[in-house]
């Protein structure tokens, strides 16, 4: 069990680090936690490579911040799914409320992201009444 929740938090904390990576523009260093085949799905139904979002990812530096929180891992031998909201806070003011799942598989001991799938949460946002 120990291991068990010592695998798990290892993940969360890369979870939790490709968002902070991606608004603060360290592409190297999120490229390395992503797999190869990573495919990231947008919320508007669009798929991209890995190349395509990194490449999508850099104009949007200085202009967003990915905030991610209320992360849930689970863990399936070499494959683990992370869920939790994702903040998208703009400087112009706009938020945008979404949920996202990333799927990971480990490859010689380390973990990397394959898949990400992003949803709108209009249940989080605030009633504008």
């Not at 799905?41 to 209320?70: A, C």
């Not at 683990?80 to 010689?108: F, K, N």
């Amino acid at each position: 069990m120990t291991d068990d929740h010592a695998e798990l938090e290892a993940i969360r904390k890369i979870d939790a680090s490709i968002d902070e990576l991606a608004s603060k523009g360290e592409f190297d260093a999120l490229s390395a936690l992503l797999a190869a085949d990573f495919r990231y799905n947008h919320s508007t139904g669009h798929s991209q490579s890995k190349s395509e979002w990194l490449d999508g990812l850099r104009p949007l530096v200085g202009r967003r911040n990915r905030i991610p929180s209320s992360i849930a891992i689970e863990l399936h031998g070499d494959v683990a799914v992370a869920m939790g909201d994702l903040d998208i806070l703009w400087t112009d003011g706009r938020h945008a409320y979404d949920r996202y799942t990333r799927v990971y598989r480990v490859t010689d001991g380390t973990w990397l992201a394959v898949s990400q799938r992003t949803v709108p949460a209009h249940d989080r946002a605030p009633n504008s009444e």
